[in-house]
């Protein structure tokens, strides 16, 4: 079944360990409802094993994109699913830190709902301590809140309004400098970025109709086991700017726009190396790039390419150099100089030397 196409119907929930989801008392396949919808689940249809992939699976690409010590915000469709989903991650949390033998930090995953004061934890969260990383919230953070610390906003429940949308977020827009942040991810396990570029439409109030007959009572709530989960990717995309409006395209789609507009402004790679190395042309190359040149930065750290200058990140995706890390271009020019270097002053050849050695430690933006 896709959950998010068709629901969890009644039929899908034969022969499964159900139980209340407050009493913990059996139930029969009979009490369910015919259909649950995407927006019903962790609400009136609890599923541990979804909890469970699904931490399992962001766990995985917090481990892929840094370490787990990232700060994050996870937004929950109740207060019963944060509490879930900050034990099962603070449960991955301890078994990676037996496996490394490392101490674990306290109060790694928390609940940050208004029912538990929530609140009070927020400076933990904003700030760079260490503790509080991984915020499990289900509205408490979506408004009204400034944490430019966090560096993943997690969708875990669905969301049908654009508004709530960005307001979710916007949790995550605010730069770093201290933290070396300059971009967030979005890991999105309920097709919530389908809601990037909707119109922001209310619907408006119906009001009272005077009084009515008393809404029937809400439905148990149920506890499914036994039902086995996979999370299937979708792929990789950047939020960038079309036709005017904040959209996601594929990380080959905007390499390829970040390629043609560098080929419109420099056309050669000579080209390329004068304006590079000229400061003032440099910057302004880099502006005239989407996203005023943090298209390259995204791509040096979306393609692991950490270890190279923006050089030659650039001069791959443009003009299909092969790219060299900072440590071999610094090496390459102390081996190639080598005799040039040993004719040249003590103090000369030491600063070039030590220039050089800068390079290979932070690149174009450490001279």
């Not at 996979?230 to 390629?259: F, N, S």
């Not at 502006?287 to 298209?295: C, E, I, N, V, Y």
Request: hydrophobic letters at 40%.
């Amino acid at each position: 079944m896709n959950e998010r196409e068709s629901g969890v119907t009644r039929n899908d929930l034969e022969g499964k360990h159900l139980v209340d989801a407050v009493t913990g008392a059996a139930v029969g396949a009979e009490v369910a409802r015919e259909v649950y919808g995407a927006s019903d689940i962790e609400d009136k249809l609890l599923m541990p094993e979804r909890v469970a992939a699904m931490a399992r699976d962001l766990f995985t690409r917090l481990l892929s994109t840094g370490g787990p010590e990232q700060k994050t915000i996870v937004f929950c469709r109740r207060d019963r699913h944060a509490d879930d989903v900050a034990t099962a991650l603070n449960n991955l949390y301890a078994a990676w830190c037996r496996e490394n033998g490392k101490p674990p930090i306290p109060a790694y995953a928390f609940k940050c709902t208004a029912s538990v004061g929530g609140s009070q934890y927020l400076a933990d969260l904003r700030g760079a301590s260490r503790s509080h990383f991984i915020a499990a919230t289900v509205d408490l953070l979506t408004t009204g809140v400034d944490v430019p610390a966090v560096r993943n906003i997690v969708f875990f429940k669905y969301v049908r309004s654009p508004i709530a949308f960005y307001q979710m977020i916007g949790r995550g827009t605010r730069i770093h400098i201290p933290s070396d942040k300059l971009m967030f991810r979005v890991y999105d396990y309920t097709d919530a970025t389908r809601l990037f570029g909707r119109e922001f439409i209310a619907k408006l109030s119906k009001g009272k109709k005077g009084d009515g007959p008393p809404p029937p009572p809400p439905d148990p709530a149920i506890q499914v086991e036994g039902i086995e989960v996979r999370v299937t990717g979708a792929g990789r995309y950047i939020v960038t700017q079309v036709d005017g409006a904040a959209m996601p395209v594929t990380v080959e789609e905007y390499k390829e726009r970040l390629a043609a507009k560098l080929l419109e402004e420099v056309p050669t790679l000579d080209s390329f190396r004068e304006h590079w190395i000229d400061p003032p042309e440099r910057q302004e190359m880099l502006k005239k790039l989407p996203d005023a040149g943090r298209s390259a930065l995204l791509v040096r750290q979306l393609e692991d390419m950490a270890a190279f200058d923006l050089y030659d990140v650039l001069a791959e995706l443009g003009y299909g150099m092969a790219p060299r890390t900072r440590t071999e271009r610094a090496e390459a020019f102390t081996y190639k100089n080598g005799g040039w270097l040993s004719g040249l002053p003590a103090n000369t050849a030491a600063t070039l030397k030590a220039l050089s050695a800068q390079f290979g430690r932070s690149g174009t933006e450490g001279l």
